[in-house]
């Protein structure tokens, strides 16, 4: 069913494991994670970008599809669908009228008090439609979606921001990346353990691709509920298509290579739950 991520992540926060938030990019995307999800007996999120949201013709189109495809697949383990990095108040409050039951308000790169100000209307309305809200302190590295970020450390201002804005969980930028890692990435986990113990809501890990099980562990040992992956499955949702077109120069039928490259996305979908200690406990 559909629903916030609220208990969905202080249930996994509990018992210590993390719920994958996987993003979407169309609807091949929503049938194999949530495909994926059932046949685990695993919690999902579905991650929607501002600019992904745009590619499948809006919020209402992204709520639809996923509202469709719950109903035709018979889904019944626990789905939120998640606006990834919300750019502003008004893109937040789209996001909720759209049905949306989770969204990111993404004020890292404003000061501490405009980030502080920005969540707290975003977390007002979100909280009056039962819908949780996720806020972002420091900067994580890479690029997604244009916006482009050095890495950063973020520190014990973590508390202030959660206990100012009533947000549901945190996502303190502590040296994860969005993209491949260029060599080992080098979490901050001394300072994940001291946010874990004064900041009071489950930790969020963006840049979920490239990092090894023993540091995903590790996060989810620090009070890490939610791991954020996107380029992991755009990586081999794209490979199989590159190996159909290639075997086949004159294929031309779209399900012929994207119908093989969406189980690429279920499989891999599956192994991050395994990884993430999310199945079987839906
Ligand atoms: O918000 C989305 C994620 O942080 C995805 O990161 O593309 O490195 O898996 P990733
Ligand atoms: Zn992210």
Redesign the pocket.
């Known amino acids: 069913a559909l629903e916030s991520m609220k208990e969905m992540l202080e249930i996994a926060n509990k018992n210590h494991y993390a719920v994958g938030q996987f993003?979407i990019n169309n609807l091949e995307y929503i049938q194999a994670i949530l495909q994926a999800a059932e046949e685990e007996k695993s919690p999902v999120i579905l991650?929607v970008s501002e600019g992904a949201g745009k590619y499948m013709g809006g919020y209402n189109v992204v709520t639809a599809m996923v509202e469709a495809t719950m109903k035709a697949q018979g889904t019944t383990v626990p789905v939120a669908i998640h606006l990834?990095?919300g750019s502003s108040f008004e893109s937040c409050a789209k996001a909720i009228h759209a049905g949306f039951t989770s969204v990111m308000i993404d004020a890292s790169h404003d000061t501490f008090e405009e980030n502080i100000a920005k969540t707290s209307k975003v977390v007002e309305l979100a909280h009056m439609h039962g819908v949780s809200v996720e806020a972002e302190l420091g900067t994580?590295g890479g690029n997604?979606d244009g916006v482009q970020g050095g890495i950063m450390y973020a520190d014990t201002d973590c508390k202030e921001l959660v206990e100012r804005t009533g947000i549901d969980c945190l996502a303190p930028a502590l040296g994860s990346?969005?993209?491949p890692y260029q060599g080992e990435p080098i979490l901050g986990f001394k300072e994940m353990e001291e946010i874990n113990t004064i900041a009071g809501v489950p930790l969020v890990l963006?840049?979920?691709?490239g990092i090894p099980t023993k540091d995903i562990q590790k996060a989810i040992s620090f009070g890490t509920s939610k791991i954020?992956?996107?380029?992991?499955n755009q990586i081999q949702q794209t490979k199989v298509v590159r190996e159909v077109l290639e075997a086949n120069p004159e294929m031309i039928d779209p399900r012929k290579y994207l119908g093989p490259s969406r189980d690429a996305i279920k499989d891999t979908v599956i192994g991050k739950m395994r990884e993430f200690g999310s199945s079987n406990k839906a």
């Open positions: 993003n991650g990834d990095h994580v997604e990346v969005h993209g963006h840049g979920g691709t954020n992956v996107n380029t992991e």
